[in-house]
């Protein structure tokens, strides 16, 4: 059963003991995302990520802090998302002092020595550059930008090339300086390994000084960002999305939406996949999935299309969104998505890293901890009027928006097909 510690300094430590496995993940979430920045300062939350792996205290840059992990045949990340950063080791269990030394040495001590960040620049603006020429990822971005509009959550994390050039020694200070406190940092560590023992080790190397969070992100605002967006590009195949505005994590139908987003497209028994893909072939990768955040969320089917048939599958995918909404759903296919559901889950947790997430992500954004077993009965207590009465509310003609990549120009000619 997994506990919550809190130290004096308000850094909260949540640990899990694993059966079955060797392992032991350490993660440190940070409520540092993307949308805590504004227009002069965007792009600074994904740049900082880095900025930690270039040398600190003990581990004075990039080679002695991957020898350190690589030497115990460990595993380590990090990754920043519009609402919390995350950055984890995961080693055998013998090994996780280890993890725990990388890790507050990278967290605490980090320089952000200039001559660093000017070589990170280049690193950067190329994963700039690799999003730009792989639209598979790229298109999701410009669906959330639609549904969002201009501001914090409508933007990719990856930022301007402005801030990617400009971006000093000082702003990672202040940034830092203002969300990396105590209060703000949630510890994860899951897998083979006794509260005792991983608090003890949290308390021994993460000496963080005491400190409050500066501020939180702004609320969303209502800024929708159109219809369609159309971003002209020569490409071998179309990538489109579909979709609307869904619901935050915090609404009472999250799981709700969660379980139509499945039954749509979440697997390769889904309506859109056999629909779309197998009685039509209008498409190789098809699926239907959910963004929930603190105050907004999407529901969206994503698809990569034959360029000349790329109607025929906006078509296909909004005929399938207004079927699902309008003819019923049996109970058969309900207990089936909920099986899959709960099966995903019970697989993806067999990772420490994976149930070190679950648990850390709680904590931070919810203040609670939430169990696999609560979540799944929350899955289990979903109704077919329950499904009836989300698709209803969201899967309206009028929310629709569509996001296109490809060698198009017409942007008014796709706005004609939103008819559901």
């Not at 598979?136 to 801030?163: A, H, R």
């Not at 994860?188 to 308390?203: H, K, M, P, R, S």
């Not at 967006?229 to 009472?252: C, D, R, W």
Request: charged share 30%; with cysteine.
């Amino acid at each position: 059963m997994f506990k919550k510690t809190t130290l004096d300094n308000g850094l909260r430590i949540i640990t899990n003991k694993l059966d079955g496995t060797k392992a032991v993940t350490v993660l440190v979430l940070v409520g540092a995302g993307s949308r805590y920045e504004n227009r002069e300062i965007r792009g600074i939350s994904h740049f900082l990520e880095h900025m930690f792996f270039k040398g600190a205290e003990k581990y004075k840059n990039t080679k002695e802090v991957s020898e350190a992990v690589d030497s115990v045949g460990g595993e380590f990340n990090a990754f920043t998302g519009k609402e919390y950063a995350g950055y984890y080791v995961k080693v055998a269990s013998e090994h996780v002092s280890v993890a725990c030394d990388v890790l507050s040495d990278m967290l605490v001590n980090s320089k952000f020595a200039q001559e660093e960040i000017e070589k990170e620049r280049g690193v950067i603006l190329e994963e700039y550059n690799m999003y730009q020429d792989t639209p598979m990822y790229q298109i999701g971005w410009n669906f959330e930008n639609l549904v969002f509009g201009d501001q914090p959550l409508g933007w990719d994390q990856i930022g301007t090339k402005e801030l990617i050039k400009g971006v000093t020694h000082k702003d990672f200070v202040d940034y830092k300086t203002k969300l990396y406190t105590p209060d703000n940092v949630v510890i994860a560590v899951v897998g083979n390994i006794e509260n005792e023992e991983a608090v003890d080790l949290i308390q021994k190397y993460f000496g963080m000084e005491a400190g409050e969070k500066a501020y939180e992100f702004e609320g969303l605002e209502v800024k929708a960002g159109g219809r369609v967006n159309l971003k002209e590009k020569k490409t071998e195949q179309a990538h489109i999305a579909v979709g609307f505005p869904g619901y935050s994590e915090m609404h009472k139908d999250h799981w709700t939406l969660k379980l139509v987003a499945a039954i749509l497209g979440g697997n390769m028994s889904s309506r859109m996949f056999l629909g779309v893909r197998e009685a039509k072939g209008l498409a190789y990768y098809i699926h239907t999935s959910t963004d929930n955040y603190i105050d907004g969320g999407v529901i969206v089917t994503n698809a990569g299309v034959d360029l000349k048939r790329i109607d025929e599958a906006i078509i296909g995918i909004v005929e399938e969104y207004r079927r699902f909404r309008d003819d019923g759903l049996p109970e058969a296919e309900l207990l089936k998505s909920k099986a899959f559901l709960k099966g995903k889950m019970v697989l993806g947790l067999e990772d420490s890293e994976e149930y070190a997430h679950l648990l850390g992500k709680y904590e931070l954004l919810h203040g609670v901890m939430r169990s696999p077993e609560e979540i799944m009965k929350m899955i289990d207590a979903v109704k077919i009027s329950d499904i009836k009465r989300v698709c209803d509310d969201l899967l309206k003609e009028e929310a629709l928006k569509l996001a296109v990549i490809g060698p198009f120009g017409d942007e008014k000619h796709f706005e004609g097909l939103l008819k559901l």
